[in-house]
């Protein structure tokens, strides 16, 4: 099936289920969110973040990224970042870490010739896996 037929199915199983087993609620856990179809440690993250204001770190491909980049850790995988990052993050950040570093990977620190160039944090960045710049 095409991504959006499993994204539409995955929806109408949530929507069930959220009406069946959570009182039409979504769940403000983030082990019931992951039991959700389709729903895994970024997304379940987020929906506690944005809504209901609960201290989670969304990892996205730029969060991993822009972490193991500037050194803040070294990880290979999204979850093992998130696991480094509430370590070394302090828990007041962990809301705001996510829309900032997107944004930042989206316009700066991108995945293939990041804009050093125009960087503020270029002076201090370690530039990890970093061949080719602007």
Known sequence: AGFYR???RNIKQISRLLVDCHGGQVPPDKEAL???PGVGPKTANLTLNLGFGIEAICVDTHVHRISNRLGWV???TPLQTEKA????MPKKYWISLNELLVTFGQRICQPV?????RCPLADQ????KVFRTR
């Open 6 to 8: 499993t994204k539409a």
């Open 34 to 36: 992951l039991q959700l």
């Open 74 to 76: 070294s990880t290979t």
């Open 85 to 88: 990052l509430e370590v070394i």
């Open 113 to 117: 010739s990041p804009w050093c160039s």
């Open 125 to 128: 960045c370690p530039r990890h």
